[in-house]
């Protein structure tokens, strides 16, 4: 048996999203802010009877219903909002004894079994009752103080600000039982399904979901033994004792432990006797303590229970050679019998290694305690585990998964715990492939949404088998952290990657505030992530070169009329003439070899239909997500040069900078750019744009030595057009600021509230508001 989804509504970001789950282990992955820790606290809510709900883990969403249902007496037919889990099992005919009281009817077959767990109103009715009352009680206190310039109104103003305080006194848990039947692929629930009632005593519903599920959490250690660290701060030593304390064998069990304890406890008496006799001698004199005047002894007291937790504690060993008995010629060699030993406590290493021993005693312990549980224990053990990679190295982080796989599944499959990882790390991904990645994905900034959906990379399958081996091969050896971005930037080659920062200071100083994932693809391979980004829904700017070329006159008739342009055949093997050839943008008949341009945005292989393309065509729009994607090439910019006025397009981003820098670039003083041009002053503009395209194409042309150069040249240059207006557009995508924020009203429609069940309304009749009038669906 295993959890195999769950479903939340109305918590935080995840105002309505289905999270499928892998049989081992789930990573989750996603920018800052995105809902991976609201995916986990969702349980912690619902299943640790410490943590209590608050006003604040409603959507954002909820909050305007919440206050126009207390504002207004008329709006009292609809229901107030609740936050809801649904959780999908699946299970094996040995586990079926668990589920029985979740058997939706005596026809069930194989189908995953579903409980929900609702966080509603104890009774809508007396609630707003409760805050009306009291808010005409504030309102009352509003008006003698009238003239306050502050316009102070006392608690409570809204019913978003009762519930800040009473929610806990006027909310529940309640639980359901789900028939798998009455639910979309989606998990969707049709329109006119109630759910079963699962006992009207929360209690019941409780020990039915304790009875199949445990779940434990690993939170992100970052402050581990650091004793001067307000935040969480424990030392190791003593998260081993009570590791000790609930799985290790006891020491009263251990005859071989007890007696070395003994033994020692005599010897310090023995100590002890002769160090306090003077002391306690003179106290037996004075008569003291008592009238029968007992005589004093100290006595050691050993506890086998506290040994460990008290008395004992992790150290470091570190061996080393006894350098007295080596000669001064010779470097160290001894056995290790002959070697000394320096120990030091556990706050004397690395915060990586701590981190590390720290997680797999936790995971041990989590494991251990479920496993040893026996009869009573839940069949499905699942373990969140928060960023792991606190203080871990790369190479930690790679093998992490692997390694904590085989930690907690070595008794067997039927004690295996199901992990879900949330993680910030790009390595901890390494091995992973698209398979156990669920992205979550953010709401378009744009649109001033503070939601997100849940994605699952598994899902995304590429027509071409060949394109899908490619994306995965580069982000395991890139170590791609395109899932952690707010935005890609896919760029041409080294240059580009190099000198983005640059750009980015010069144009766009706000993307510096953002965390922006920097693809290094060039013109042939980046239209192969078109659908994994368009799957993802980033918003991604494609920097890419026109790359010019003139097709090749076919030698005779019934020849080939156009010559492959990324494709080495036989034929072009054997006639180096028949290949195409890099030429200026200004020729005629040029034609683009890029690939993004052509199969992907803007779709155009015409030089001349690219350079008159309007921007509208360099834009595409995802279809249902909030990301979009647009390209950047070079364009014809006006140049000047001497008295002459013209307007040019590089083939490159090197010829494009020349021509757009170009009296800086021929100074002396940026002799370095290797973009110098003989007697430049005697040259037209046409002759300046050809001898550029022919520097800049010849063999002895160095991209990456002018990329560096410029890096170290004075700043008085400018960004070229076209990245400039790429970077601007990216800014505004990423910085409501810039643009018009754009409003959306909340869809009261029955359809909406089918979908987006803000109302409560997939309550059922029997519900707590079954005494609340059914809203208009």
Known sequence: ????????????????????????????????????TSATQVFKHFLDKKESFSIHDFSAFCWSLFDEIGASPSANSKRLPVIELDLWFTVESDDLHRVLPLLPSLDWKDSPVGIRMVYAPKDQETLLSNFREANSAAATAAKSSEGDPQGYHPWPKKLTDYLSKRLKEEYRIYYYVLDRAQFDDNFQSKQDYTPQLLGEAAEAGRKVVESLIKVDFLFAQRYLSDASSKGRSENLSTRMSRFYERNLEKLEDDFTAVK???????????????????????????????LTNPQLVIRSAFDPESVLSKSASIHYVLPHPDISNATSADPPSL??????????????????????????????????????????????HLVFVEEPEAHLHVQLQQVFIAKVNELITDEGPLYRSQLVVTTHSPHIIYE??????????????????HYSTVLNLSNFKEDEPDTTNFLRQYMKLTHCDLFFADAAVLVEGNV??????????????????????????????????QNLIQFLGLTALVITDLDSVALPEPKAAGARQEANIDEDSEEEESEPNNRAKACPTFRSDAVSSNQTLIQWIPGLKSIAALLAAPDTKKLVIHAGSPGMVR?????????????????????????????ENLEWCQNEQQKALKLRLKSVTKLTLADIAQK????????SFGKTDFALALMMASPDWVVPKYIEEGLCWLRDQLTPEHVEPVTKEIDASPEAASTVPLDGSSLPPGSPLHNVEASQQ
């Open 1 to 36: 048996m295993r959890l195999k989804s769950f479903h939340v509504r109305n918590f935080r970001r995840l105002n309505d999203v289905h999270v499928d789950l892998e049989e081992t282990t789930t990573i989750f992955v996603g920018s800052n802010n995105s809902g991976k």
């Open 260 to 290: 070395a304890l003994a033994n020692s406890e005599a010897e310090l008496n023995k100590h002890l006797e002769k160090v306090f006799a003077p002391t306690l001698k003179q106290l037996n004199n004075l008569g003291y303590p008592g």
């Open 335 to 380: 056995p290790v019998a002959a070697q000394q030993y320096l120990t030091l406590p556990d706050n004397y290493n690395g915060l990586g290694f701590k981190n590390l021993i720290y997680m797999v005693i936790e995971l041990l312990d989590f494991h251990s305690r479920w496993a040893d549980q026996e009869e009573s224990r839940a069949p499905v």
């Open 432 to 449: 992973s492939s698209f398979t156990p990645i669920r992205y979550f994905q953010r709401a378009n900034m744009l649109e001033h949404s």
């Open 496 to 529: 580009e990657r190099l000198l983005l920062p640059l750009m980015i200071e010069k144009a766009a100083p706000q993307l510096k505030s953002n965390y922006l994932s920097i693809l290094e693809l060039g013109g042939a391979f980046a239209h192969k992530f």
């Open 631 to 659: 390209v950047a090439y070079q364009t014809k910019q006006e140049l000047c040069w001497k008295t002459e006025k013209a307007s040019y397009a590089g083939r490159t981003f090197e010829e494009m900078f020349a021509l």
């Open 692 to 699: 550029l395209f022919d520097k800049v194409n010849s063999s």
